[in-house]
């Protein structure tokens, strides 16, 4: 590691302890404004799962809600090593790089524990297919939106072949939650069908064929012949 590295790298730690401070620090219009955001796309996630027990549905609001908040926290640290890395880097990209991996590094653990735990609260209020719903709607239902597109492109697809799409757009999803930003979380998916094409294509499926068939208007359903 040379020292521009060094310096770099030791700033990611100086710049963490800021974080955390402005975080205390700042509990003004911007947070009220942000808890306002985030209460609102919980109580969107919460509608779907169409939950009779108002208490129930309340502990689980609380659940997402919390949820946004505590992975706000993990990127806004993250963000801002990055960021104070850069403008101490300069021109130097090695150095620049290497402490946005470091930054990537500190936070994935956090990132991992506490997916772990949202999961493990939401399963001890709802159902498996409920917990599904709401990893939808923590990601925009790319996953399945995703998958009812490949199906129309290769109609003639194994279900090998389902499974194997399904299974790697369910792993972008679990990723994607812990997304900071619809970019990000994007990004993860665009990454998984990157993955997906080079699959198909492997397979021999044609994918100018599959952009033709998903153009195509879907069958009007047929009528009742006349007896």
């Known amino acids: ?30 947070d009220v404004a942000y808890t306002r955001t985030i209460a609102g796309r919980a109580t969107k996630i919460t509608s779907t799962l169409e939950l009779a ?13 919390q949820q946004y908040r505590d992975l706000n926290i993990i990127h806004e640290t993250r963000d801002i090593q990055i960021k104070s ?28 524990k506490l997916h772990g735990e949202f999961l ?6 709802l159902s498996t297919e409920q917990v599904e719903k709401v990893k939808d709607g923590l990601t925009y239902g790319v996953a399945p939106l995703t ?10 697809l194994t279900d090998e072949q389902k499974m194997q799409i399904k ?15 619809s970019d990000e979380k994007h990004a993860v998916f665009g990454k998984y069908k990157g993955k997906i094409n080079n699959y198909l294509s492997k397979a021999g499926y ?22």
């Open 53 to 65: 027990d108002p208490a129930k549905s309340n502990r689980v609001h609380g659940i997402i809600v």
């Open 85 to 112: 890395a850069k403008e101490k880097a300069g021109a130097d990209k090695a150095a620049t790089t290497t402490v946005i991996e470091a930054a990537r590094a500190e936070a994935k653990p956090k990132l991992d």
């Open 167 to 181: 299974a790697w757009l369910n792993e972008a999803r679990e990723l994607a939650m812990d997304g900071s930003t």
């Open 206 to 227: 044609d994918a100018k064929k599959g952009e033709q068939n998903l153009k195509r208007p879907a069958p009007a359903a047929s009528e009742p012949q006349a007896k």
């Open 120 to 125: 493990a609260k939401l399963s001890a209020e």
């Open 1 to 30: 590691m040379n020292k521009q590295v060094l310096i770099v790298t030791l700033a990611l730690f100086g710049a963490a302890a800021f974080a955390q401070e402005a975080q205390k620090s700042e509990p003004g219009a911007k």
């Open 147 to 156: 998958y009812g597109v490949y199906l129309k492109m290769y109609p003639e």
